[in-house]
């Protein structure tokens, strides 16, 4: 009994390995060695059980990411897997770095030749690639969202980024002022002269002032007189606009002057400026002095034209003294264009200017206009022979 027990025991453990259980995946190792031509002679018995599993098997192994792991599909979709499904969740460039190819339904491809596996696969990749949404094409930049200078779209400076960086309310209300100001002189300056009565016309001085006068009065009973001029300079708008903001040559054009004040420059570039200053004059006759605490301001428009304003500001340091009258600067400004002579060549600038001032003063319009008139000409008169003898030009 003993012996019998003991052999039976070894009987049981002798037919242990006769399974060979072990076979199985070198039998997969086999397949996926072999082409997909070959197939049908590998595994000859389709009805047998394990036979979808294999081929399912060899397919996941071979499309790697393009299929889920056998694990995770149901017994019920293992016969049979949508590849299209799979391909979208992978690019065909993610395909071609794992050196893989689409997948072909397992039922088909077990009755198809190589060169149909083939085709078939590039039918799918061609879909695919059809399939994606082509580039889109970077959107215009938008005018405004433009700056005027590329190359220095950052590094420059302008009254606005400082405006807009101040948080001390009275600054930026004087910087508000400086940059409205230069808005509305420009409209003004470009702007018709309905309203206004032509008080004088030059004829034959080369730089043909024109000038037109208009005037109100303020609820504290004191007269505004309003001219707008036009004459010509032999210049370029820069060399005016930076002649014009020289104050020791408007001191040879105003003798009027007497203080001359830069409080604070705000900013100082090649084609902006922007200034707090206080500006004192002499008194006149039996009047009295007065003075004026303002903002100036100039900007380059583009490469021919140029622009500047000057406006009243309060400056409580610089409160009003004994003996002198603040009055107000409502608005001050130029235009200036270039506009070449048309018969010499010569280099020139049209130049329209804005002047609207109260000086705390009623004066009847009989005896302002005639005065307003004589003033402009002088002016102007200097101001063109002043410019000859800076730039050479006759």
Sequence with gaps: MGNTSSSKKRQQYQVAPTKKKSKAPKCVAA????????????LPNKSSPRTPFL???LEDERNGPLNKPISSISMHNMQKVDTRTALKEHSPTHMENQDQL????SEDRTHLSKPEVESKREEVREQVQSSEPEPEEPKPVAVHEVPERLDQEVKVLTLEKIYESTEDA??????????????KAAEINTGGIEGYERIYNETKATHKLQCHFRSYTT???????????????YCS??????????????????????????????IDTE?????????????????AARDFTYIKHYKKINETTWSDCSRSVEMPDYPVVEGKVRAGMVLVGHYIERDDDPVTGQVRSRVRHYSEIDVKINTPD???????ASTMRKTVDDIDKRIKELYGQK
């Design 31 to 42: 397949v996926q060695a072999c082409c997909l031509g070959c197939l049908e002679h590998v």
């Design 55 to 57: 081929h399912k098997q």
């Design 102 to 105: 689409p997948s072909i339904d």
């Design 170 to 183: 009275q600054r930026r209300e004087w910087l508000h002022t400086a940059i409205e100001g230069l808005a």
């Design 219 to 233: 609820p504290w009973s004191s007269k505004v007189n309003v001219t707008k001029s036009e004459w010509y300079v």
């Design 237 to 266: 708008p820069e060399e005016f606009i930076k002649y014009v903001y020289n104050s020791e040559e408007q001191r040879k054009v105003d003798k009027g002057i007497e203080i001359d004040k830069i409080i604070e420059k705000v």
């Design 271 to 287: 084609e902006e400026y922007c200034s707090i200053n206080y500006l004192g004059y002499k008194k006149v006759w039996i009047t």
């Design 366 to 372: 009989l005896l302002a206009k005639p005065f307003v």
